[in-house]
């Protein structure tokens, strides 16, 4: 158990419509990631967020957003959902220091019929 | 992209040591060498990682050569819950609180530990 909770663990939901993703990172982390892992892509980042202050940004949709609150807890917000969007979605922490490791959860499963 | 070449699939016995290597002949001075592992559609499990030392914990061993272009991970006595994915990864070394870098991952080697 990696500490860090995602939920939800599956989410089917239709084309167009709108989801969050929730993510609790492990305690004392200040550091939380988003990555998407869909079947022909492998493992994307798409943002990070450092104590609140987005860090950095991969190829992340302008569909998608994310913030972290004063908890430091995560969401990822999907809109306008299309078919390709389907993947699993991963939250991984970290203390935020030079150079530790990220934890990763194991994930939301989102399909979009 | 990926800085990091590794084998798309290995096989190791079940009680043997697995050896997976990795390449990554234009890592730079401040960068460091991770390894992760992803079992069937889990979160990735984070191993170990190393900048120039030969390092070990718990799971593994990460022995890097001397020139810093290539690593070797070694799973001293492989078992059947080793199957997975691993993933080599050349990370740099975060320079600011909070800007410890991300994770760029490319497409692994499938490891199969066959009983």
Redesign the interface.
Known sequence: D?G?TQTPKHLITATGQRVTLRCSPRSGD??V?W?QQSLDQ????LI?Y??G?E??K?NILERFSAQQFPDLHSELNLSSLELGDSA?Y?C?S??????????????T?LTVT | DAKTTQPPSMDCAEGRAANLPCNHSTISGNE?V?WYRQIH??????II?GLKNNETNEMASLIITEDRKSSTLILPHATLRDTAVY?CIVRP???????????????GTKLTVNP
């Open positions: 990696s860090v200040l550091s990631y990555y492998g493992l994307q980042f990070q450092y104590n202050e860090r950095a991969g699993l991963f991984a970290n203390e935020g220091l030079y150079n530790s490791p990220l934890h990763f959860g194991n994930g499963r | 460091y991770y559609s889990q979160g990735p499990q984070y990682h993933y070394r975060g320079t600011t609180q909070g800007g410890s870098e991300k994770l760029v991952f490319g497409k």
